[in-house]
Structure formats: structure tokens, C-alpha cells
């Protein structure tokens, strides 16, 4: 038990890191003004991270001895971002608490579920005529317990922080430039102005986490 705890706890911080690429260089100062100011605000953007999650979980939990795996499901991982871009060129990404919490209390049902049908073929398969509730009884502990300490309320400050970053920003002939406050990355999107807000895509090719093409919509 200790082990998958070490594990999920592993994976949903990994999920839940900043979304840095790497690659791009800003070709100088000569930003488009008409361009800068219809990005100065804050903007909001929710990203589905489903599938990204289920492919760590498949290849994380507990691999080596169970394949527990194959009975956690996380059925929907989305996580809203909110952008500020500022007149003086710094900006801040930060995630919606409130909407986290609500995808965060999702992953710990997705995961309770899928341990109790795991136990219970478990239980099953060595003739043991008892629930999952009654065995965990019987080691003193509970699932839910159990499910609440390990998704604690430790890891979703740590969830907040880590999609929080700050930075400086330019644009520059149809691409944004991200570069972040105490790191040695940046982050370079083409851009494109649409009836809905504003188009950002990859160009790089290493949009790791199924976030591209995102369209942040304009709150302020």
C-alpha cells in the first residue's frame, strides 16, 4: 500500500507541473503594438488532460508488482488556466482553484472505485467470502481514510503551486514569447486572433501534453 500511495502521489505531481516547452528565442523589441494591447488582461483556458493522466497512470502505478492499472480510470483530468498579460510585459499563469478542487475530488472517486474492484477480484480469487470494507476493517483502516490521506490536502497545495509561474512576454510577428521567472526556459506559440479569443499552437512539436491548440477566452 505504501508503495502505490508513493506512486499516485508521484504521477498526480508530475501531471500537475508547470507546462514549460523549450526552444524558442525572441527576435527583439519590435513587438506589434495593435497585437500587444488585445493581449494585455487576463484570459482563461481549460486544458483536458485525460488522456496525458491515464498514460502516466499505465505506466506508473506500481508497474513492477500489481496490475492494479488495470481497474483506475481517471474518467476526466481539467485543469483551467488563467492568463494575465500585463501592459509592462510580465504576466502570470495560475490554475482556477475552485475548478481544480472540483477535477482533484473527481481523480479521488476515479481512484476509489478502481481500488475497490481491484480488492474485490483480489478477494475473489483467494476464495475470501468478505467485502473490501470488512477486510480493511479488519487492519484497522478504511478506504476512504485511506483514499483521503493519500490525495490530502498537502498534495493540492502543492497541485497550486506547481501550475503557478511568472514571467515576461513579447510578441513578435504572429508568435508569443514566454520566458520564466527562475528558469532557464521559455516558450515560444504562434498566435491567432479569432471571434472566440485568442488562438495559441505549438510549433515546436513537443506539446507533451495534449494542451495545443488552446483558445484563451478574454475575463478582464
Same mark, same amino acid.
Given at each position: 500500500? +505504501?508503495?502505490?500511495? /508513493? ?24 513587438? +506589434? ?6 493581449? @494585455? ?52 499563469? +495560475?490554475?482556477?482553484?475552485? /475548478? ?26 483467494? $476464495?475470501?467470502?468478505? +467485502? @473490501? ?7 484497522? @483502516? ?67 501534453? $495534449? ?10
Amino acid at each position: 500500500m +505504501s508503495r502505490l500511495k /508513493r506512486n499516485i502521489v508521484s504521477i498526480l505531481m508530475v501531471v500537475s507541473m508547470s507546462f514549460a516547452l523549450f526552444g524558442c528565442s525572441s527576435s527583439g523589441d519590435n513587438n +506589434s503594438i495593435s497585437d500587444k494591447e488585445q493581449f @494585455v488582461g487576463t484570459w482563461e483556458t481549460t486544458v483536458d488532460m485525460t488522456d496525458f493522466a491515464n498514460k502516466l497512470l499505465q505506466q506508473g502505478i506500481d508497474q513492477d508488482s500489481t496490475n492494479i492499472t488495470e481497474y483506475i480510470n481517471i474518467d476526466k483530468y481539467e485543469v483551467t488556466l488563467l492568463y494575465t498579460f500585463n501592459d509592462n510585459e510580465t504576466y502570470s499563469i +495560475s490554475a482556477d482553484k475552485d /475548478r481544480l478542487k472540483q477535477s482533484f475530488e473527481a481523480i479521488k472517486s476515479d481512484f476509489k472505485n478502481g481500488a475497490i474492484a481491484y480488492f474485490e477480484d483480489i478477494l475473489a480469487a483467494n $476464495g475470501i467470502d468478505k +467485502s @473490501v470494507d470488512e477486510m480493511l476493517e479488519l487492519s484497522g @483502516v478504511s478506504l476512504d481514510d485511506y483514499i483521503n490521506e493519500t490525495f490530502g490536502d498537502d498534495m493540492f497545495r502543492s497541485m497550486v503551486v506547481d501550475m503557478k509561474s511568472t514571467g515576461e512576454w513579447q510578441v513578435d510577428g504572429g508568435l508569443l514569447y514566454l520566458t520564466y521567472d527562475n528558469m532557464d526556459e521559455n516558450e515560444c506559440l504562434s498566435y491567432e486572433f479569432t471571434s472566440d479569443g485568442i488562438k495559441l499552437s505549438d510549433i515546436n512539436g513537443e506539446d507533451w501534453y $495534449g494542451m495545443y491548440p488552446m483558445i484563451l477566452k478574454k475575463v478582464e
